[in-house]
């Protein structure tokens, strides 16, 4: 890959993205389902790529770009540090980990025992590791998928790598548009806490298009741009912490200490260091926190164009049964991930941070973020900065990822059942014994948390 064909990549991916913005300021039915601009010109890319129509140019590393531009929202969220009250934090913080942990396992137990019981009656002679292929494709994600399908490719079963792929394909899809329908009941029953019946949203919001009286300022100015223009000073310090993150990962920690570390969970460190050693400085008086996120927001249109366009549509048709029941199985896990674990560990502003969890256990972050976006633009929420400082679980999961499919290989699965279900229960049993359970609390009105 040249430098030109990462200018390529994102010269069509910018092409598609004013398609798509177009299209939601001028089609109703891309405004009554809230799509965001790079979602649309996510399907156009996909459409037109080398999957269907094959009409576009992009490169072999196109599919790589979304990893990258997490790490840079990631940085951003560090950077930008914490402000106003402090209150009620460690309860929230609580409940939302636990509720992390509750949504990750329950996929491994109810989709690994529907495989030893339902599909087992399907299909007698299907692999054992079956049953993890639906976990890692909703919860994992594409790049997951392709991990634990090559992980069982090596011992000895050659289709899980497709079959993995084809659960992450449809994990995305229902994120997508289960998360859209999750977010059009939500606004007409009043769950949402920043954006109301769809009735009654300004038509900039549902255009896309602000009018003049409406706009504000993007950000101000901090230094002289007959030194350094300010975008540049501040893309400056988010690519230095991004940067920094990634290569102190890949060329330290991966080295020296751990393997598998996420990258954007070092880069969220570093940036959080940095505001933590600099926030009463100086030098942290030039740092506007809004032009920061509006090149997170980018990143994240971006972020959201390609995961969206370089989705794999491979489907197995020989596996046709054990997938829709698997497929159903997770449909269960994901509704539970909203009603009842969302509303119950989650209380201000829960349906937004339900739905951010919604979107990344059926694929990825990206299909998180996008939904987050639309039902809380401003991360009000504090949703990302939760997901942030409860980056625990991504260690948790290189560890299974690697662990569980040679344990069910070897004829382990109920034991991974067991051992997935009480990690579910136990993380309900911390969040209620530490008063994060708000399981009585009506859906409607909890209000936000800022």
């Known amino acids: 890959m040249t430098v030109y064909d990462l200018l390529t990549d994102f010269t069509i991916a910018s092409a598609l993205i004013l398609v798509g913005q177009l299209l939601r300021a001028k089609i109703k039915f891309f405004q009554e389902f809230f799509m965001p601009a790079s979602m649309i010109a996510g399907f156009l890319g996909l459409l037109l790529g080398k999957q269907f129509l094959n009409v576009l140019p992009f490169s072999g590393s196109a599919g790589s770009y979304a990893g990258v531009l997490i790490i840079i929202i990631f940085g951003v969220v560090g950077l930008n540090g914490f402000s106003g009250s402090m209150k009620g934090m460690g309860k929230r913080l609580i409940g939302f980990t636990m509720y992390r942990n509750v949504i990750f396992f329950i996929q491994f137990a109810l989709g690994i025992a529907a495989c030893l019981t339902l599909v087992k009656l399907a299909a007698p002679e299907i692999n054992p590791g079956f049953g993890i292929l639906m976990a890692s494709g909703f919860t994992g994600g594409h790049g997951t998928a392709a991990a634990v399908g090559k992980t069982l490719g090596d011992l000895g079963w050659a289709e899980a790598s497709d079959l993995a792929m084809t659960f992450a394909t449809v994990g995305i899809l229902t994120g997508i548009f289960g998360g859209l329908a999750f977010i059009k009941v939500a606004t007409k029953r009043g769950w949402t806490?920043?954006?109301?019946?769809?009735?009654?949203?300004?038509?900039?919001?549902?255009?896309?298009?602000?009018?003049?009286?409406?706009?504000?300022?993007?950000?101000?100015?901090?230094?002289?741009?007959?030194?350094?223009?300010?975008?540049?000073?501040?893309?400056?310090?988010?690519?230095?912490?991004?940067?920094?993150?990634?290569?102190?990962?890949?060329?330290?920690?991966?080295?020296?200490?751990v393997k598998g570390a996420p990258d954007f969970t070092v880069a969220f460190i570093v940036g959080l260091i940095f505001f933590l050693l600099f926030k009463k400085t100086p030098l942290y008086d030039y740092i506007d926190k809004d032009v920061n996120?509006?090149?997170?927001?980018?990143?994240?249109?971006?972020?959201?164009?390609?995961?969206?366009?370089?989705?794999?549509?491979s489907v197995i048709i020989e596996y046709a049964i054990p997938l829709i029941i698997e497929i159903l199985v997770g449909f269960v896990c994901v509704f539970l991930t909203m009603i009842p674990l969302g509303s119950s560990m989650n209380n201000k502003s829960w349906f937004e941070r339900a739905i951010f969890c919604f979107g990344y256990c059926t694929g990825v972050f990206a299909i998180g973020f996008v939904l987050l976006r639309i039902v809380d633009p401003e991360n009000k929420s504090c949703t990302v900065d939760d997901i942030a400082l409860s980056p625990w679980l991504n260690f948790v999961e290189i560890v299974v990822w690697s662990l569980f499919p040679t344990m069910l290989v070897a004829g382990q699965g109920w034991t991974v059942v067991g051992i997935s279900a009480a990690v579910a229960v136990a993380s309900i049993a911390v969040a209620m014994l530490c008063k994060a359970w708000w399981g009585k609390e009506p859906l409607a009105g909890r209000g936000s948390e800022t």
């Open 193 to 257: 806490a920043y954006v109301k019946d769809f009735k009654y949203i300004s038509g900039d919001m549902k255009t896309g298009m602000i009018e003049k009286k409406n706009r504000v300022s993007m950000g101000e100015e901090t230094t002289s741009s007959v030194s350094l223009e300010s975008l540049a000073f501040h893309l400056c310090l988010v690519l230095l912490i991004s940067g920094g993150g990634y290569l102190l990962n890949s060329k330290v920690i991966a080295v020296y200490l």
């Open 293 to 313: 996120s509006r090149i997170s927001g980018a990143a994240t249109d971006y972020l959201v164009f390609f995961g969206v366009a370089m989705i794999n549509v």
